[in-house]
């Protein structure tokens, strides 16, 4: 192979790894967005629970102390989501793809 073939393969290496790079940081965005909306159901499953099954008591209110930190835990997630994404956006731009 003469040096120039070699500078190309080492070009195309750099801008495969690069692509999985931002691939994989995409995919762990995503993975995070629903890791925010698994624990935001989980919330609000524990709230009915304890709003349903324990009428009377402390932990009524517990209950519906849960339903708007659920809430606030999915717009949160939705918040960085796009946030990140935005970043990525950038450093894609930025890297040439």
Not at 8 to 37: C, G, P, Q, S, W
């Given at each position: 192979?003469?040096?120039?073939?070699?500078?190309?393969?080492?070009?195309?290496?750099?801008?495969?790894?690069?692509?999985?790079?931002?691939?994989?940081?995409e995919?762990?965005?995503?993975?995070?967005?629903?890791?925010?909306?698994?624990?935001?159901?989980?919330?609000?499953?524990?709230?009915?629970?304890?709003?349903?099954?324990?009428?009377?008591?402390?932990?009524?209110?517990?209950?519906?102390?849960?339903?708007?930190?659920?809430?606030?835990?999915?717009?949160?997630?939705?918040?960085?989501?796009?946030?990140?994404?935005?970043?990525?956006?950038?450093?894609?731009?930025?890297?040439?793809?």
């Amino acid at each position: 192979m003469t040096d120039e073939q070699l500078e190309n393969a080492r070009d195309r290496r750099n801008v495969d790894t690069f692509k999985l790079a931002v691939h994989r940081t995409e995919l762990a965005n995503r993975r995070t967005l629903m890791a925010y909306i698994r624990t935001a159901i989980g919330l609000t499953a524990a709230s009915i629970v304890l709003l349903k099954l324990l009428e009377d008591g402390w932990l009524t209110y517990v209950g519906w102390a849960l339903l708007p930190i659920a809430a606030m835990c999915v717009l949160i997630g939705v918040d960085d989501y796009h946030r990140v994404k935005k970043s990525i956006n950038e450093e894609k731009r930025d890297g040439g793809l």
